[in-house]
């Protein structure tokens, strides 16, 4: 399936209510059944100066991500998409799931404000690419109407 086809989709999702929760969870299924060799995707939510875990799927993850630590604390600082093609070369690497080989991290931004990430993994090398990046930053400024500045304290 096309990251268009998957962005339009978000965007119906997300007008069908006004709830981050649900919409995350959302947006975290379709996007682990709509891609191909993905084994885990969700969202961090930043909150009392960490990264907590959000809507996912996968195998369960880690709860709590300092920020600047591992691929989703160092996309957060970065405020920067990071594409990490073997994970095992990547130092910090935080393994939540052993078999994880490549990961992708895209910041969520309301204004300029990081106020979580998308996280996906994959079991293969080398899975995520410039097209993933263009694709997931598309659908995360979609995803990011669904956090409201009351909420983040903006």
């Known amino acids: 399936m096309s990251y268009l086809t998957i962005k339009n989709q978000v965007k119906e999702l997300i007008e069908s209510t006004d709830n981050l929760i649900s919409d995350l969870s959302n947006v975290s299924s379709l996007l682990f059944n709509s891609l191909k060799d993905v084994s885990w995707v969700g969202f ?3 909150s009392n100066e960490k990264l907590l875990l959000g809507p996912f799927m996968g195998k369960p993850a880690c709860t709590e991500i300092e920020v600047g630590k591992g691929v989703c604390g160092t996309a957060f600082v970065k405020k920067e998409t990071v594409i990490v093609k ?5 130092v910090g690497h935080i393994a939540c799931d052993s078999a994880s080989n490549s990961e ?3 910041p969520i931004f309301v204004g300029n404000k990081v106020v979580g990430v998308l996280d996906l ?8 690419d410039e097209e993933d990046k263009v694709g997931l930053e598309g659908i995360v400024k979609v995803v990011s109407t669904s956090f409201s500045k009351e909420q983040f304290k903006l």
Do not use: A, E, P
């Open 44 to 46: 961090y939510i930043y």
């Open 86 to 90: 073997n994970v095992h070369d990547f």
């Open 104 to 106: 992708i991290v895209v």
């Open 121 to 128: 993994d994959s079991t293969s090398l080398n899975r995520f």
